[in-house]
């Protein structure tokens, strides 16, 4: 098991390989659908309404409610979009589940971030959560953009430097 703390550095994510078991100290943000597409687009027109730092963070896609915290498919159009340009702009590590197409796996290459996958335990993951506060868009309710201080919270590198454990599964070839 690798421990990880945030933020993280290129030299950790240099480091980390596909199958490698990780569990991450400190801060995750949480996005899905709703959330990440006008993050990417806030970054990209209007930066300086962004007050949290992407450097060297870690964006779980998620939603954040009552009955805890479940990864989601992360190939869905709109958070597949947000990967590279998050990762262009810092964040060094992706969570959720899923394959991701190859144009994805490039882009996470050429920005030196990963993608890691959770099984979809609820109960297990939301016990590793110590903290946690809404720090953008309030009004998308349990899909805000939280920011999560977590323990020992489990994942598996899936992606890293090009090389995918999804390689020839149905969803490789896609590509949005």
Known sequence: MIKIN??????CINKLKIGDQ??????IFSGR?????????????????????????????????PAGVGPTSSNKIEIENSIGPLSENGIKMH???GSLSKKTVELLKKYNSVYAITPPVTALLTSKIISREIVMFPEEGMEA?????VSGFPAIIAIAH???IFEGSENSENVY
Request: net charge neutral; charged share 30%.
């Open 6 to 11: 945030t933020p993280i550095s290129n030299e």
């Open 22 to 27: 990780i569990e991450i100290d400190g801060t």
């Open 33 to 65: 659908d709703a959330v990440l597409p006008r993050l990417v687009k806030l970054y990209l027109k209007q930066p300086e309404e962004v007050d949290i730092d992407l450097k060297g963070a870690i964006i779980f896609h998620t939603a954040v409610s």
């Open 95 to 97: 969570i959720g589940k």
């Open 145 to 149: 953009l939280h920011r999560l201080k």
């Open 162 to 164: 090009g090389k995918s």
